[in-house]
């Protein structure tokens, strides 16, 4: 670990062994303001949760769009360990007349998918596996057709394994309960799409086949593993799998108008989509995860850099993305305007009424979280994005998207 991520992570580190809670003259993320926000011993302590509105371009844009009902949601700007930005807008629960709350969970959606590959990389920090292992080495029975796949295949879609809404009797299986275990069976009837590292295509069904592997590596089941080692040490109250009940509805614009959409069935996307959280949560995750403490200075580094092959195609006309490890990186700016070029590394997030965005700058180190409990606002949230992300950065403030 480089001297830099070291002495972030130090002093929270060396508390969490003692149980001795936050650091004396630490940035407020470890300081005292809020006692009772720690969810163990030593867990890294965080200010009070509230209403923070430093970008005045962002506060107009939004009001303007939740007059029109345009947006429901929760958005947090941070740059560094200082809060910029932090509001919500519109209904948790539109029958109940339930405001959406400043610590309301959202379905994360395939934004989850960071936490699964972060998981892998810390084993593999361990030395329990490999990023290079057959995945045959972890699944078994293993269809001879896998072979060839290696686990970074999966962490980077380059796999070939047909994505869960490529299987048979996709509509009925997407409400139906089920287990890993059934997962992993459904996807070995199938063939490879392409031979292992030679093309990109996404696949939620990868993603479920690594939480597989993570049960198999650690003998522990794949979202308690998850709970030990990231959420209870980073006091990650409100952020874990499923959650019905505690969560905020999600909702779709259909021809009825705004429909809830209460069957998430996380339970299909166990590795790919199935995490719940807050705003201020997930700025504790990007903290530790682009701040160092989480893995080795190697691994984070496989996890943002590009693992698609050299000969991929532009995607749709425009340059493609980063294919790291549950992550993303692109230039998003350059399809705004007023425009901005800086390298962003992001991933989204859509499922049963949720539309979420995630973006970290690591130049600035500005984190925007995005939680949107409307399926259909996918335009609106990526532009609130490079909003957020412009005026923290002192660029023009993007106004409209390029089509």
């Not at 007349?97 to 998918?113: D, E, I, M, T």
């Not at 901005?340 to 979280?369: A, E, L």
Request: net charge neutral; aromatic share 8%.
């Amino acid at each position: 670990m480089t001297p830099s991520r070291l002495a972030r992570w130090a002093g929270p580190v060396l508390a969490l062994v003692l149980g001795l809670g936050g650091v004396a003259g630490g940035v407020w993320w470890w300081t005292s303001q809020d006692k009772t926000a720690a969810a163990a011993p030593g867990a890294p302590e965080r200010p009070p949760v509230e209403v923070v509105e430093e970008l005045p371009q962002l506060k107009a844009a939004l009001d303007a769009l939740a007059a029109r009902g345009r947006f429901s949601g929760a958005v947090l700007v941070a740059q560094g360990d200082r809060v910029l930005f932090r509001q919500v807008y519109g209904l948790a629960d539109r029958e109940m007349g339930a405001p959406v709350q400043l610590n309301s969970r959202f379905r994360l959606a395939s934004v989850s998918k960071q936490f699964t590959a972060a998981a892998i990389l810390r084993l593999q920090d361990e030395g329990v596996l490999s990023v290079d292992d057959p995945l045959c080495r972890w699944i078994q029975p293993c269809p001879e057709a896998w072979a060839p796949i290696r686990l970074r295949h999966l962490l980077s879609h380059t796999a070939g394994v047909p994505d869960l809404m490529a299987q048979a009797n996709w509509g009925r299986r997407r409400v139906a309960p089920t287990t890993l275990a059934d997962l992993t069976t459904a996807s070995s009837f199938y063939r490879l799409q392409f031979e292992p590292g030679t093309k990109i295509r996404y696949s939620n069904a990868g993603f479920n086949l690594l939480a597989a592997v993570v049960e198999a590596a650690s003998g522990v089941e794949f979202h308690a593993w998850l709970q030990a080692n990231f959420f209870t040490p980073l006091g990650m109250l409100d952020t874990g799998y499923d959650g019905s009940g505690t969560i905020v509805m999600g909702y779709a614009d259909l021809a009825g108008g705004v429909t809830p959409q209460p069957n998430a069935n996380v339970s299909v996307i166990t590795g790919a989509g199935a995490l719940y959280s807050t705003a201020d949560d997930l700025l504790v995750w990007n903290r530790a995860l682009h701040g160092g403490g989480l893995l080795t200075d190697q691994s984070y580094a496989d996890m943002i850099r590009d693992h698609g092959p050299a000969d991929a195609p532009r995607e749709r006309g425009r340059p493609r993305r980063d294919w790291g490890y549950g992550l993303f990186a692109n230039r998003l700016g350059e399809r705004v305007t007023p425009g901005f070029p800086d390298r962003q590394i992001y991933h989204t997030g859509s499922w049963s009424g949720f539309r979420n965005m995630v973006v970290h700058h690591p130049d600035q180190d500005v984190t925007v979280i995005i939680l949107s409990n409307n399926y259909h606002r996918q335009p609106e949230v990526f532009l609130i994005s490079q909003q957020a992300l412009a005026e923290a950065l002192g660029r023009p403030f993007p106004t409209a998207l390029l089509r």
